[in-house]
């Protein structure tokens, strides 16, 4: 096997169009992610390192180890592809809001989802409202379907001032009941510098892809083992769509929920295969 060099001079394009400098180290530390082991992390990082070339596309390189990963195991393959099985929640917001929600819930919180709070001008629909000893946190989700593209700062802004109006609502009626005293700000994709900035300024909970960076929107799926149905390599596109509609967002929520996988017609020899994929999505770490 050939020694690994980490100074490869090659640039690749991302997904925003932009030019980067390839990182043997930032494959390395995804494909580790996955769960697989030392020496098949290295046998992929050799095979796509010999397969680049100047201009490469970071998704060529990702459908790539994508595929590699799948070949050696397919749990491997669903925990590599969590980033984009997130965006394949959309195309609309709501499954991701869903999603959120469901992923509170699992953390202890109770929650609901699209409540119309009071505030002190207009009522104001909130996405996710939880609780959890004794705390009303209202969690707005802002999901975007097209990769490469980051939350700015006119996001927190704007949720920051309905989280005013609803609080200036309970200044003047101190005993209403069920009004957040927590906002959190939550993205599929990254904050921009500005908006980090301005949500930590003005007390907001900012919770996006990669931040905050010790409890990361990632890092608190695969430490909970919280994964999106479309994570799955096993269910088709169709069958995750159908499942998604009947509000199955996570992979734990199938377990419970076996009889949808009867309404798709699903043999049982496949339903063997999907719950054994979903179950060491779910407990293994």
Known sequence: MKPLDNKIEIDVIKSSGKRARFSLKKLSSSLKRSGANDNTVKQILNKVRDELYQGISTKEIYNRAFALLKKEKSVFASK??????IY???????PFERFIGAMLFYSGYSIKIGQTIEGNCVNHEVDVVANKNGVDIMA???FHSEEG???NVKVPLYIHSRYQDIQEQRNNNPKTNGIPTECWVVTNTRFSKDAITYGECSGLYMLSWDYPKSNSLRKRIDRLGLYPITVSTVLTQREKQF?????IVLC?????????????GISEERKKIILNEINMLCHEK
């Open 80 to 85: 590599y592809k969590l980033k984009k099985a």
């Open 88 to 94: 394949e929640l959309g195309p609309t917001g709501f």
């Open 140 to 142: 707005e989700c802002k």
């Open 149 to 151: 593209r980051n939350c």
């Open 243 to 247: 499942l998604i509609s009947r509000d």
């Open 252 to 264: 734990r929520q199938l377990i419970n929920d076996l009889f949808y996988l009867d309404h798709l």
